[in-house]
């Protein structure tokens, strides 16, 4: 199995600027997660779907940030527009009730910078 | 509201020490806690996943123990290489699949 792909890898833009990122979890895996890591809030769990359904979203930071799921095999993370304290590693990552309580699996992360 | 901290922030040794790694919580009412590698660049890597009613996990030259009681976890490291140079974070499973992570503990062993 290729694991959890994202893409890009890094992304600058510019200030106002809207980015997208992007995620294909594991194959058969129903539980997608979106987090954010930064120097000095370490990594925080943004939004999570299971069945391509958003279930909690209550670490999304603002109304600028949007999270979908349309199938099964790709999810995205909108900012619009982004700002400089955007600027972080955003990871996906994702789990199947069969696996050992729920341990999920990260990709590598996209690094935002936003200028 | 869950915090998760660690012990120390970065630790540096050299190779062959048994190295300890501690994660505290102040939240004793959790599902599981899960240790993880994350290199330079990459993405997180799971090294050991502790359930609830466990008080200990060994992979390899990784032993970790769960002391649910007084919120704590330790993670050790058998005869440390430096190819074990990353960082390592904890995290607590409060909920069906809400993890809380810890600030991380930056490790470098010296050749």
């Known amino acids: 199995d290729a694991g959890v792909i994202q893409s890009p890898r890094h992304e600058v833009t510019e200030m106002g600027q809207e980015v997208t990122l992007r995620c294909k979890p594991i194959s058969g895996h129903d539980y997608l997660f979106w987090y954010r890591q930064t120097m000095m809030r370490g990594l925080e769990l943004l939004i999570y779907f299971n069945n391509n359904v958003p279930i909690d979203d209550s670490g999304m930071p603002e109304d600028r940030f949007s999270a979908k799921m349309p199938n099964a095999s790709f999810s995205t993370l909108k900012i619009q527009p982004s700002e400089p304290r955007d600027s972080a590693v955003y990871f996906c990552?994702?789990?199947?009730?069969?696996?050992?309580?729920?341990?999920?699996?990260f990709g590598p992360g996209t690094r935002l910078t936003v200028l | 509201k869950q915090e998760v901290t660690q012990i120390p922030a970065a630790l540096s040794d050299p190779e062959g020490e048994n190295l300890v790694l501690n994660c505290s919580f102040t939240?004793?009412?959790?599902?599981?806690l899960q240790w993880f590698r994350q290199d330079p660049g990459k993405g997180l890597t799971s090294l050991l996943l502790i359930q609830s009613s466990q008080r200990e996990q060994t992979s390899g030259r990784l032993n970790a123990s769960l002391d649910k009681s007084s919120g704590r976890s330790t993670l050790y490291i058998a005869a440390s290489q430096p190819g074990d140079s990353a960082t390592y974070l904890c995290?607590?499973?409060?909920?069906?699949?809400?993890?809380?992570f810890g600030t991380g503990t930056r490790l470098k062993v010296l050749a």
């Open positions: 939240d004793s009412a959790i599902y599981n």
């Open positions: 995290a607590v499973i409060a909920g069906t699949y809400k993890y809380i």
């Open positions: 990552a994702s789990s199947s009730p069969g696996l050992a309580r729920g341990t999920q699996y």
